[in-house]
């Protein structure tokens, strides 16, 4: 009974050897499958450029903005822009009509009388002292009247030519005109609208001159070191991925935003043909340290239990895994690509495609 008992447990034992070892074999050439279809290649080390990439957008340099008030209380009895058109200085962009005119033109004949009743009373003033009938110091008062009187009809004068009327017109309806040429950015009124006053008027219209754009990004303070003024960047707009702009950096701001931790960075763009619009995405691109690394399609990286790896075709026609050490993963329109920091060798035959069919099979 004894003897059959150990006969069994031997049996027993030595089929469990086989089938432990099967399971754990490294996942050497020998295990792998032989007619597996895989695509090769043979790599050569390049030098590729890190690069800090700063989100941005695209905004109109302020020097360069006009908003545009109106110059008196009254209705606006029309618009003739929208928002995104193109103007030219001196354009009219709205009609106002305002009962403020009607006052204006009130002060100016007013003062007219005034100037004309000063000169006559300078005259008289002149007669009476040349005959020692007037004190030189009434004269005096006399002739300082009279200036007062002709600085206020110029400043009269003045004010109707402000508003865009002759002196001799009879309208009410001041012409609106754009100052700069520039492109619409906003339109704070309409039609009908009642402008109460000067002091809580709104913008009736921004208008930007978008000739010359900044590119406004926020950086991390752990970039910084990497940015000064003066540094040639590269500016990547989506809208016009294929479009290459280059500029140099204008300004970084001294001041951390409290909220982002972040600082402001300026890059000052010439825009002639006006492709870049105002609030557009963009990327300031900064170059950085050149190292040597290999470039792999990303299908020929795989990940198992941690490790990342490919496969190298040998001498022999096998295929070894080789432990890799992967970067940054890059893309050129639909191609997806890694770069290999280290584990390969230049002139290493890797397995770019049917990798993932070359895994160990665990068992038979």
Request: proline residues 4%.
């Amino acid at each position: 009974m004894n003897k059959i008992r150990i006969e069994v447990l031997l049996i027993l034992a030595l089929s469990v050897v086989p089938l432990t070892a099967c399971r754990h074999a490294p996942p050497t050439a020998e295990n792998q499958p032989g007619n597996v279809d895989v695509e090769t290649t043979v790599v050569h080390s390049t030098q590729n450029t890190d690069y800090l990439d700063v989100p941005a957008h695209v905004t109109a340099d302020p020097a360069h903005v006009v908003h545009i008030y109106p110059p008196l209380s009254g209705r606006i009895l029309g618009l003739n822009i929208l928002p995104g058109q193109s103007v030219t200085r001196g354009q009219v962009i709205a009609q106002l009509q305002s009962s403020d005119i009607a006052l204006a033109r009130s002060d100016f004949e007013k003062s007219k009388i005034e100037v004309i009743r000063a000169d006559s009373a300078l005259k008289r003033g002149k007669l009476l002292l040349a005959h020692d009938v007037l004190s030189q110091a009434d004269f005096d008062e006399l002739q300082a009247t009279d200036q007062v009187a002709h600085a206020e009809l110029e400043r009269s004068r003045q004010r109707i030519h402000e508003l865009g009327f002759a002196e001799n017109s009879a309208s009410d309806i001041v012409a609106l005109r754009a100052p700069i040429s520039g492109v619409v950015l906003d339109i704070g009124t309409a039609a009908g609208e009642m402008q109460r006053s000067l002091d809580s008027a709104t913008a009736i219209a921004t208008i930007a001159n978008l000739d010359t754009v900044w590119i406004v990004g926020n950086v991390f303070e752990r970039d910084l070191s990497s940015l000064r003024t003066g540094r040639t960047v590269d500016i990547v707009v989506p809208a016009y991925p294929d479009l290459k702009l280059t500029g140099r950096i204008n300004n970084v701001s001294d001041a951390l935003d409290p909220i982002t931790h972040t600082l402001k960075l300026r890059v000052v763009l010439a825009n002639p043909k006006h492709l870049l619009k105002a609030d557009m995405f963009a990327t300031i691109r900064v170059a950085g340290a050149v190292r040597t690394v290999f470039v792999l399609p990303a299908t020929a990286v795989l990940h198992e239990d941690g490790r990342t790896f490919v496969f190298l075709s040998n001498a022999s026609g096998k295929f070894d895994q080789r432990v890799v050490t992967v970067g940054r993963s890059l893309q050129s329109g639909s191609v997806k690509s890694i770069e290999i920091l280290s584990g390969l060798n230049d002139g290493d035959k890797v397995v770019i495609a049917g990798g993932a069919l070359l895994r160990p099979t665990g068992g038979d």
